[in-house]
């Protein structure tokens, strides 16, 4: 096991390691190899939103974060496209949470986000799949119902700035990740929320992510089969909780 993209890339270029999949600057460095190969993998790249309390009683779950109306300014504001082609580059904008070449059954002709099924989900949500879900207007529209619905509950006054905890990795690959989500929100949001970004050592931050002890984070979710097909009912709840991209 590594630490990540940067101890990866060392162990590489210390032919240490025969292989090395390439994301953000790496990808740029090593855009013109004559050895590179396009390829699907199968780590999704995730915006993991906590609306629990922490499992130890310590925290209590961000009210913010558990208004559905809010979850879906995150879902509709994030621009995943944008993401995927700057500072996550180069990976593939998704609305899933497998690989984007993941199937319902092995014997299916097509990818499952190919699918009529995929395309009934996401209208019946109005999520636009030609941009990936993003749609800044209806982002904010969601926002300004929940913003008044914290007022009105007492959590702060019209004008106070709404603070989410984001803890991270503290590796340079995935500071990147934190200052562009960082910047997006605030800016999307018109400076009426403040994400503070905590980077963490694995070793603080897989255990608090465990304990739920936080409100957001970037991370990735692994999907170990080589054919990436599973039998999977969609369900429609899963895209209001988390933001994607592969």
Same mark, same amino acid.
């Given at each position: 096991?590594?630490?990540?993209?940067?101890?990866?890339?060392?162990?590489?270029?210390?032919?240490?390691?025969?292989?090395?999949?390439?994301?953000? &600057?790496?990808? /740029?460095?090593?855009? @013109?190899?004559?050895? !590179?190969?396009? %390829?699907? $993998? =199968?780590?999704?790249?995730?915006?993991?939103?906590?609306?629990?309390?922490?499992?130890?009683?310590?925290?209590?779950?961000?009210?913010?974060?558990?208004?559905?109306?809010?979850?879906?300014?995150?879902?509709?504001?994030?621009?995943?496209?944008?993401?995927?082609?700057?500072?996550?580059?180069?990976?593939?904008?998704?609305?899933?949470?497998?690989?984007?070449?993941?199937?319902?059954?092995?014997?299916?002709?097509?990818?499952?986000?190919?699918?009529? &099924?995929?395309? /009934?989900?996401?209208? @019946?949500?109005?999520? !636009?799949?030609? %941009?990936? $879900? =993003?749609?800044?207007?209806?982002?904010?529209?969601?926002?300004?119902?929940?913003?008044?619905?914290?007022?009105?509950?007492?959590?702060?006054?019209?004008?106070?700035?709404?603070?989410?905890?984001?803890?991270?990795?503290?590796?340079?690959?995935?500071?990147?990740?934190?200052?562009?989500?960082?910047?997006?929100?605030?800016?999307?949001?018109?400076?009426?929320?403040?994400?503070?970004?905590?980077?963490?050592?694995?070793?603080?931050?897989?255990?608090?992510?465990?304990?739920?002890?936080?409100?957001?984070?970037?991370?990735?979710?692994?999907?170990?089969?080589?054919?990436?097909?599973?039998?999977?009912?969609?369900?429609?709840?899963?895209?209001?909780?988390?933001?994607?991209?592969?």
């Amino acid at each position: 096991f590594t630490s990540g993209p940067d101890q990866n890339a060392e162990l590489f270029e210390a032919g240490k390691l025969s292989a090395l999949g390439l994301s953000g &600057e790496y990808a /740029q460095e090593y855009a @013109e190899w004559p050895n !590179n190969l396009a %390829t699907y $993998g =199968y780590a999704v790249g995730n915006l993991d939103i906590n609306v629990s309390d922490s499992l130890d009683g310590k925290r209590q779950a961000n009210p913010i974060m558990k208004d559905l109306n809010f979850r879906n300014a995150l879902l509709f504001g994030f621009d995943r496209q944008e993401f995927n082609n700057t500072v996550f580059a180069p990976n593939t904008a998704s609305l899933a949470v497998w690989p984007i070449q993941g199937k319902q059954y092995n014997s299916d002709e097509f990818w499952y986000s190919n699918t009529p &099924e995929h395309s /009934q989900v996401l209208q @019946e949500l109005g999520i !636009n799949d030609e %941009t990936a $879900g =993003y749609d800044a207007i209806k982002a904010k529209q969601y926002f300004d119902r929940a913003y008044a619905a914290w007022v009105a509950a007492g959590h702060g006054k019209e004008g106070d700035v709404i603070q989410i905890e984001y803890i991270g990795r503290d590796s340079d690959t995935f500071k990147r990740y934190a200052v562009y989500i960082k910047n997006h929100f605030e800016k999307l949001f018109d400076g009426k929320v403040s994400i503070n970004v905590t980077d963490l050592a694995t070793t603080t931050l897989f255990p608090r992510v465990e304990n739920r002890d936080f409100d957001m984070t970037f991370d990735f979710a692994g999907w170990s089969f080589a054919d990436a097909a599973f039998a999977y009912m969609p369900l429609k709840g899963i895209f209001y909780t988390t933001v994607f991209g592969e």
